[in-house]
């Protein structure tokens, strides 16, 4: 009698085993599980009572064109957010007294200079920023060179859109690489072919990458949940899996830094109700915008060691296309907006700021030299924006 019960409990602890292998595999988990559990310790949430400031980025993945629309359809889409933005969301103010900032990730591929234009006033009315993105596949150092440099140029002259440091006025923007595949992450070069980006990117100007994270994607990084610098390794791909936190030290000679969002294990809602789901930070359909995501986002403690205080949370989404729309500019981000605004007038510990790619940068550079002000003084501590620098356009 014991045997058979002995023999069906070593079966059922192998068949879940089985099945938990198989589930690792699946979703990639295996590129950043072991890292998530090394560092577990420091996968806490905020002290009771502890001051909380939530650094909100929205980084979208903008792409008007997104599953072959033609222009027309880019255009409706474009206009959509152009309209629907300030209506939905205008009302809402953070603990600085700004409405909610949202950064456009607009790819190099689908320029049309109507869709820019349109973004460009978005962000002149104080929403937000306009960024770059690119995908591309089998390319050369020498072309991506130029592409960057080119489309940088035009959202300057043309627009008035990016940024500049304060001290030399050089022209400087934020990256998003398309398909995930930075520094040619992808075996066979077909969704980038460049294996030294990071390199190119500094010498064109980006001050950070906003890739990650892209679990459940194979070309998520073993390094999650930090904000680090990165050094092209000649002849390797995937330079941006060895890095040095920021406030470790200075800052590495020819280093990029990446910004990720949060990747942490998520037991409220689990598959086949076992096993954890992945809290990536995605804004979706299947992953409404909710404050019931915020201590999952906290607890990834996405962090600059000397301000203890202030919580970089990274958000990405695809929002565009028509499908998106209802998430992020309906009645779902509304009750966010609304939830966080219900927090922070409750809560005297709880400061929400809303903050575009660009202000996450200084944020970072602020407080790697010991800045220990409010926010709002560090919004523009290295990079001003050009939105309002009419005198920048040719």
Same mark, same amino acid.
């Given at each position: ?5 002995? $023999? ?38 905020? #002290? ?159 001050? $950070? ?20 610098? $990165? ?92 499908? $998106? ?51 709002? #003084? ?17």
């Amino acid at each position: 009698m014991y045997e058979w019960l002995a $023999a069906i409990a070593a079966l059922a602890v192998l068949g879940l085993a089985a099945a938990l292998a198989w589930h690792v595999h699946r979703r990639q988990m295996m590129r950043w599980l072991p890292t998530y559990l090394s560092e577990r310790s420091r996968s806490r949430p905020p #002290e009771p009572g502890q001051d909380v400031h939530l650094l909100l980025l929205f980084a979208d993945h903008f792409e008007p064109k997104m599953d072959g629309a033609g222009k027309e359809q880019g255009m409706q889409r474009v206009e959509t957010w152009v309209r629907e933005f300030p209506r939905q969301f205008g009302r809402f103010r953070d603990s600085d007294g700004r409405p909610p900032r949202y950064t456009f990730f607009f790819p190099i591929e689908e320029y049309e200079p109507d869709y820019v234009e349109r973004l460009a006033e978005l962000c002149r009315a104080g929403f937000g920023e306009v960024e770059i993105h690119l995908h591309h596949g089998r390319d050369t150092a020498n072309n991506l060179r130029r592409r960057l440099v080119e489309f940088r140029d035009t959202l300057v002259k043309r627009h008035g859109l990016l940024s500049r440091h304060k001290d030399t006025g050089e022209i400087a923007y934020g990256f998003i690489h398309g398909n995930w595949s930075l520094c040619n992450a992808i075996a066979g070069g077909k969704y980038c072919g460049v294996e030294n980006e990071l390199a190119i990117l500094r010498d064109t100007g980006c001050y $950070a990458d906003f890739t990650f994270p892209s679990a459940p994607h194979v070309t998520q990084p073993p390094i999650i949940n930090a904000i680090y610098y $990165a050094c092209d390794r000649p002849g390797e791909p995937r330079s941006h899996e060895v890095g040095w936190p920021v406030g470790s030290g200075p800052q590495p000679p020819k280093s990029l830094m990446l910004v990720q969002g949060p990747l942490v294990l998520d037991w409220r809602h689990r598959k086949l109700g076992i096993f954890p789901a992945t809290e990536n930070g995605c804004l979706q359909a299947s992953q409404l915008p909710s404050i019931e995501r915020l201590p999952a986002w906290l607890r990834a403690r996405v962090q600059v060691p000397s301000r203890s205080d202030w919580y970089f949370v990274k958000l990405h989404a695809h929002g565009a296309e028509e499908k $998106a729309h209802e998430t992020l500019l309906g009645p779902p981000m509304v009750r966010f907006h609304e939830e966080l605004a219900r927090l922070a007038q409750q809560d005297t510990h709880f400061h929400l700021h809303y903050v575009t790619a660009r202000e996450i940068y200084n944020l970072v550079k602020a407080a790697e030299a010991g800045f220990a002000g409010p926010v709002r #003084e560090a919004l523009d501590y290295q990079l001003l924006s050009n939105v309002s620098a009419d005198s920048l356009r040719s």
